[in-house]
């Protein structure tokens, strides 16, 4: 790892720009990358973000644009697609018990087999409830074929969330438990939206801005998109990786997956799940990523299990054998390992994480220049630290201060297993899954981690069921292309995963990846958020962001 002062992704803040005004746009089918490289610049009637149509909902329904350019080489389209559809409503979503199982303490499930649902529907309907049983079907997946996902049982259909609300309340006083959605958070391809699309187009051969991702000023805590994009006086930023959300966890804000930022590895890839490479002067790829890392002591290499997490918590898993229960990546699950060896960075946070263990303080050189019998410490710019828990406590137990510690970690290349070069250019920000490889649709939902064995509600609710959403990659054109789709309200369906594949292609892109969705969801255009946020509280803290910042601000 190269020894160097932190710096922070934070820096003065600039005055925002007045929100846009625009109306909404339709697009085209995509171009395929030419094997020699980015196609030459496409007219206005050919480009696949300013012409045709999404790939979403029904043919023929509605679509309008409205194109912005925000400065030399960015653009940003503003879409809107179909409109109110009379033949959606608003239903009761029961709970249904997990009769199966063997444990009397086993949470209700959104869907179940279909003899359970069944049972449940019936037993509803005998205290006076309109239920019913229904298929939810598994979509394909480049691993994972199609088929039933398996069954929910809902209650009733309302023109009204308030008269859904009305029956949920009865319900409740029966004892039973439910939740009122909207079909048409579905996934149905019948819906006839409405959606709202921000589509973000870099062109590297216009551009001369930054490219960049910034996470404030340091790791672990967490800042909204709008408020990273005022810090960094960036023209537009969207939220970028999966990161640690509740304290259990790890530290909230810490990426959950890899993370490059100036160059430098902070942040340690889940298993080999694809990664938005992004080029400072506005190039893009997506990349299949794994890591190495070791710390050589008296003459001794051993393994490096983590970069700047709270050892023992690997969210989203994709670790190594050691890790429970899995080392594969499952994405929403945090696994545990009760000895690790973790390097810290200044840029972690304030302090390290504190509790059992030892940790050393390195000097820029290497050099020991703490010992300490317990974790936690303030790193200065230029120190590294590592931790060790558990039985890899034993491994520290001799170092003295004035010992050379050597600490090195390195990306690579998950296919080859060569080294991935970086340079200062260079930032990578985690996602998944992959959404379309070399044109084509691609969802690796299984080797992503996006499917839990045994909990089809999971999936439902994660991969089928729309939500707010995402999406970033590169064209055929060469260009960096960021996009954001409003969800979870009835004037904002959202995609499901198939569907962001979709728009991801219908959009031109030929390699695509999802990045954190729901209520992370953001873009901001001259610091202020475009489009509606899901939260109820309003726009959520994140742990990074892409931010597209403007020429005066290339150092």
Avoid at 513 to 521: A, M, W
Wanted: proline share 8%.
């Amino acid at each position: 790892m190269t020894q160097r002062a932190s710096r922070r992704r934070a820096v003065p803040l600039l005055r925002a720009g007045a929100l846009l005004a625009l109306v909404w746009a339709g697009l085209a089918q995509p171009d395929a990358l030419a094997a020699t490289g980015p196609a030459a610049l496409p007219g206005p009637g050919t480009d696949p973000v300013l012409a045709g149509r999404l790939d979403l909902g029904p043919a023929g329904l509605p679509e309008t644009r409205t194109t912005t350019t925000l400065q030399p080489g960015v653009r940003l389209t503003r879409i809107t697609r179909g409109g109110t559809d009379d033949a959606l409503f608003w239903t009761l979503e029961v709970q249904i018990p997990d009769i199966s199982s063997p444990d009397p303490d086993a949470p209700p499930l959104a869907l179940s087999g279909e003899a359970d649902a069944r049972a449940e529907s019936e037993r509803l309907r005998a205290e006076g409830f309109d239920a019913r049983v229904e298929a939810v079907a598994r979509p394909r997946a480049a691993d994972m074929s199609p088929g039933t996902l398996g069954y929910r049982v809902r209650v009733g259909s309302w023109r009204t969330r308030a008269e859904a609300e009305q029956e949920r309340a009865r319900m409740a006083a029966a004892g039973e438990s439910a939740s009122a959605v909207y079909t048409g958070w579905d996934g149905d391809r019948a819906a006839g939206g409405p959606w709202h699309v921000d589509v973000v187009t870099i062109d590297p051969r216009l551009f001369t801005g930054r490219l960049d991702a910034a996470f404030g000023p340091d790791l672990e805590g967490r800042e909204t998109t709008s408020a990273l994009a005022r810090a960094a006086g960036a023209t537009v930023a969207v939220n970028a990786g999966f990161f640690v959300l509740d304290p259990a966890s790890g530290a909230p804000g810490d990426p959950a997956g890899v993370g490059v930022y100036d160059g430098e590895l902070l942040s340690e890839p889940v298993g080999d799940r694809p990664a938005l490479v992004l080029d400072e002067h506005g190039g893009s790829s997506v990349e299949r990523l794994s890591w190495r890392g070791s710390v050589r002591i008296g003459g001794r290499s051993v393994p490096l299990d983590g970069i700047n997490r709270v050892p023992g918590l690997i969210r989203n898993c994709g670790g190594d054998a050691t890790d429970r229960p899995t080392s594969r990546p499952l994405h929403d699950i945090t696994c545990t390992d009760d000895s690790e060896l973790v390097v810290f960075t200044p840029e972690y946070g304030a302090r390290t994480p504190s509790g059992p263990g030892r940790e050393l303080v390195l000097d820029a050189h290497q050099r020991v220049i703490s010992v300490a019998a317990a974790r936690g410490t303030a790193l200065a710019p230029g120190t590294t630290s590592v931790q060790a828990t558990g039985a890899a406590a034993d491994l520290l137990a001799a170092v003295r201060a004035g010992d050379r510690v050597r600490v090195h970690t390195e990306l690579t290349d998950a296919a080859t297993g060569r080294p991935r070069p970086v340079s200062r250019r260079t930032t990578i920000v985690n996602g998944g899954p992959q959404l379309v490889h070399r044109g084509q649709e691609e969802i690796t939902q299984r080797r992503d981690g996006m499917d839990h064995a045994g909990d089809p509600s999971w999936a439902y609710g994660w991969v089928v069921k729309r939500n707010p959403r995402t999406l970033a990659g590169t064209d055929g054109y060469g260009r960096t292309v960021l996009v954001t789709v409003d969800g979870r309200s009835t004037d904002d369906l959202g995609l499901s995963i198939p569907e962001a594949a979709d728009v991801a292609r219908s959009l031109g892109l030929v390699e695509a990846v999802n990045l954190d969705g729901g209520g992370s969801t953001a873009m901001a255009v001259h610091g202020q958020v475009v489009g509606r946020p899901s939260d109820a509280a309003g726009e959520r803290p994140v742990g990074d962001a892409v931010v597209v910042l403007p020429p005066t601000r290339r150092p």
